[in-house]
């Protein structure tokens, strides 16, 4: 049984694309799971993530672009006003304006461009780039 299904999930995502597969399956599905999915979806790092029933626990279906260098979760899951997200940009992302940050705020999980747009803090779920 795993502690934290979001950090498993990306970690398949990891592995699916070092190996350069084109989709991979994550199981438990979750919410916040595929809040997270979605932001990548949107940012063009992954295809589709679609949930598959099956039965017990039910798992996603990611499919692969190749488009991502590294993604992982955030541990442990720092709160941040708006005015703190340049720093935790500097700590997690290689450069600026490259990568993103996940941030699940009180409007929903975003990217950290949303959240600076709409001048939201919240809690650093993942990073991706």
């Known amino acids: 049984m795993s502690n934290d299904p979001l950090a498993n999930a990306l970690s398949n995502v990891m592995n699916a694309e070092k190996v350069s597969k084109t989709e991979c399956f994550t199981k438990p599905a979750s919410k916040i ?26 798992v996603i279906k990611i499919n692969l672009l190749g488009h991502i260098n590294k993604v992982g979760v955030i541990k ?36 950290h461009i949303e959240a600076q747009e709409k001048e939201l ?9």
Not at 95 to 103: D, E, P, R, V
């Open 121 to 129: 803090g919240g809690k650093l779920l993942a990073f991706v780039y």
């Open 33 to 58: 799971i595929l809040a997270v999915l979605d932001v990548m979806k949107d940012h063009k790092y992954i295809g589709n993530a679609e949930v598959l029933q099956d039965g017990k626990g039910d």
């Open 76 to 111: 442990p899951r720092f709160s941040i006003k708006k005015d703190e997200i340049e720093k935790f940009e500097k700590r997690y992302l290689p450069a600026k304006l490259f990568g993103l940050l996940i941030i699940s705020t009180s409007k929903g999980v975003m990217s």
